[in-house]
């Protein structure tokens, strides 16, 4: 299962090279021209002669650690990469560097903290990763300072249509992507699976600044927030709800026709929809829009629980729905679409 | 100009839904500029011809505004800021959709004023429940403030002043500029209040030699207000300084010299805080010369923003001036 797959790959931001091996792999019967570019953008280039060019954008990278210095005990020391909060850090299970060397995100035992740190959250610069390594020369000789620290999470099903693992933020994009690139269009449409969104929005600015689109949709993985203690206007998205289309984020106001669109062909085709319903958080499309001369840009979204955590859960339905309303999207605009 | 005021700020466009504001210019202008095209975010480019220099000036369309995030059962809508608004700026402002649905800000109890947040409010449009309201109003629709233009005499007062009041002015120029000494680009720009974001795709897109913005600015001339040396009536200022860009000195001096040999009073603007489309032009490519020449505005981001006519009128003599003057750099 592609999700699995990518769910479970080793890609945080900058070292999205698994990722990208994935995508590869699985595109390729159905993609027979790739680009890649100085920053490690993966576009898949689909050519035709007539039709507006479409660039698609889901971004590989996700949050994760990097090693900052190990310790005389051998202890690893880190900094973070991308937006984690530090409470979700202690006690988790880690993956170090390629070699996948696993290990354990530690913190100093209850009884030696004291009282004032126990009602606080543990920052990052407290905490350890334990290889269980007793000295610096072996720790040096398993790990080094600069390799990446992803969580050591494991894909699943569970429940009704659900599925839980990491980094579905943006591996759900990805997914979704690929989905949409196994199918022929009559316009030509670039997939640029990009690098380094979650530490600023980076490869995909680049990206459609190589490819000039004249409009492009980005695919996301985004927060969804309908738990308890949360108040229904605060829930962002809702789980099993549909694809969620965002007007504005911190980033960007989207384009106003091909958000009309989107909806009249979910509505028209019986696909629930939902909007993106929190303004904060930027995304890729805030870049794409802002390059060059201007680009028009809309965002879909799968809803997904606990995002930039170990572990965050999301529909198989939502994914499903996302894909169908995009390549929906794709066919009507064929024969052009005046943004 | 103070009927084309009038109108401007009456008109309804927060950042990204210019569309109402744009036609009215368009109308406006159409008669007295070359060419107009609309870029893909919104921009409004109008070109006059005249020599060999692109020239872009950039006066903003959008005004701050909300949008609809959420509808609770009862019908009242929840919404997050387009732009930068005060919580406490809202209390007993009505706002308006633009669809004409008008409504009313209210909030959650709160123990102090203080603790007034944006997403302890809600816009009651006068229903009852969440079918009714979705009758008139959807999640991501965005209102405007609500707020008429009142004449004052020489000092006039409205929503929106920030920045139509520069459209105004730009539009006026256009009217009365005899010789261009350069290609003027004329661009109403969208999306400033989120982030420049109009401009910086204009300016990429015209590749100007030169480009000003046009915008208000704040005054310290308000009773223990902030220390700043600029004062309604006292002219348009020629800024050095905001948030978004130190304005290009030898532009500076330009727009300082054009006004000094027209005896156009005009007053040198320090901006602590704040950003114009001159700081998104002037990093455009591989950078472009920019200044900006601010119209002093008293209680900005508010519904009642207040400018000095004289101002304005002086503004319309130095930007005018400006497009007739070739700049040698």
Known sequence: MLLKKLSEAFGPSGFEHEVREVLKEELKDHVKEWKYDALGNLIAVKQAETGPKVMLAAHMDECGLMISSIDSAGLLHFHKVGGLDDRVLVSKPVLIGKKRVPGVIGAKAIHLQRPEERTQVIAHRSLFIDIGATSKEEAQSMVSVGDYVVFATTFGEFGEGMVKGKSFDDRAGCTVLAEVLKEEYSMPVFGAFTVQEEIGLRGAGVAAYAVEPDLAIVLEGTTCSDVPDAEAQMYCTNIGNGPAITIMDASVITNKKMVAELIRLAEENNIPYQFKRSITGGSDAGRINQTKSGIPVVVVSVPCRYIHSPVSAMKISDLEYTTQLVKLFLRSIEGGFRV | ?329
């Not at chain 2, 601010?294 to 930007?319: F, Q, W």
């Open chain 2, 1 to 329: 100009m103070k009927e084309l005021i009038k109108r401007l700020v009456e008109a309804y466009g927060p950042a990204g839904s210019e569309d109402q504001v744009r036609a009215l210019i368009g109308s406006e202008i159409k008669d007295y500029v070359d060419e107009m095209h609309t870029d893909a975010l919104g921009n409004l480019i109008a070109i006059k011809k005249g020599g060999e220099q692109k020239i872009m000036f950039a006066s903003h369309m959008d005004e701050i505004g909300v949008m609809v995030t959420h509808i609770d059962e009862k019908g009242f809508l929840r919404f997050y800021t387009v732009g930068g608004m005060s919580p406490h700026s809202l209390i007993g402002n009505r706002c308006v959709f633009e669809n004409g649905t008008v409504g009313v800000f209210g909030f959650e109890r709160v123990d102090h004023i203080k603790d007034l947040a944006i997403n302890k409010m809600f816009i009651d449009i006068g229903v009852d429940s969440r079918e009714e309201a979705k009758a008139k109003v959807k999640i991501g629709d965005t209102a405007a403030i609500k707020r008429e233009f009142n004449d004052l005499g020489n000092r006039l007062v409205s929503k929106a002043m920030d920045d139509r009041v520069a459209c105004a002015v730009l539009i006026e120029a256009l009217k009365q500029v005899e010789r261009p000494a350069y290609d003027i680009y004329a661009v109403f720009t969208t999306q400033e209040e989120v982030g420049l974001r109009g401009a910086r795709v204009a300016a990429y897109g015209i590749s100007p030699d030169l480009g000003i913005a046009i915008d208000v600015t704040r005054t310290g001339d308000t009773p223990k207000g902030i220390t700043m040396d600029v004062e309604l009536g006292k002219g348009p200022t020629v800024k050095v300084r905001d948030s978004s860009l130190l304005c290009t000195p030898a532009v500076r001096r330009f727009m300082q010299g054009v006004a000094e040999q027209n005896g156009i009073e005009y007053q040198l603007e320090v901006l602590e805080a704040g950003g114009t489309d001159a700081g998104a032009i002037q990093l455009t490519k591989s950078g472009i010369p920019a200044g900006v020449m601010s119209i002093p505005c008293r209680y900005i981001h508010t519904a009642s923003e207040m400018v000095d006519y004289r101002d304005l009128e002086n503004g319309v003599k130095l930007l005018t001036k400006i497009m007739e003057t070739p700049y040698n750099g």
